[in-house]
């Protein structure tokens, strides 16, 4: 009998926590200041759909100008679709993937010809229930976000975009 109540305690908590819990489950933000020009930088994240400057990704399939697949070492692929573009402005993507879908939003500001600011903005909602809690915990989207910041950063480093 204690065996049982064991078990069902924490199941029960976790069945009432997955329909509860928001659908909305994770955000991620982040606000670099880049030593590049505003042009290279949206050139790079908004226009060049290979992203080869991430080092997450394994391949990126391009189906048209407005949608692509990315694939990634350590996670399923994901489906992309361009929503809004503002050259050198804002760039917006919504994303989805097995059971889950989200919006990638990066904005673009000029602080001098060779300086750029970028906010970045990821949101992830988990359409199956049960998936949430789970998704909540194990998936480290900051960490993401933070990675794709680094990345851009190498990116900076091997280029020099400040010449270009």
Do not use: C
């Amino acid at each position: 009998m204690m065996t049982l109540l064991l078990i069902a305690i924490p199941s029960l908590y976790y069945l009432v926590l997955s329909f509860v819990a928001p659908s909305r489950v994770a955000v991620a933000t982040a606000t670099v200041t880049i030593e590049a020009p505003i042009e290279w930088l949206f050139h790079m994240i908004a226009i060049d759909r290979r992203q080869a400057f991430r080092s997450d990704l394994r391949e990126v399939i391009v189906t048209s100008n407005k949608r692509w697949r990315e694939l990634a070492f350590d996670s399923p692929p994901v489906d992309y679709e361009e929503v809004r573009s503002v050259t050198n402005h804002l760039f917006e993507a919504h994303f989805k993937g097995f059971g889950f879908r989200g919006t990638w939003l990066v904005r673009f500001t000029k602080d001098t010809d060779k300086v750029t600011t970028l906010f970045i903005y990821e949101e992830i909602q988990v359409k199956q229930p049960l998936l949430r809690p789970i998704v909540k915990l194990i998936y480290p989207l900051q960490d993401a976000v933070n990675r794709f910041v680094a990345d851009l950063f190498d990116a900076i480093d091997t280029a020099n975009p400040i010449t270009v």
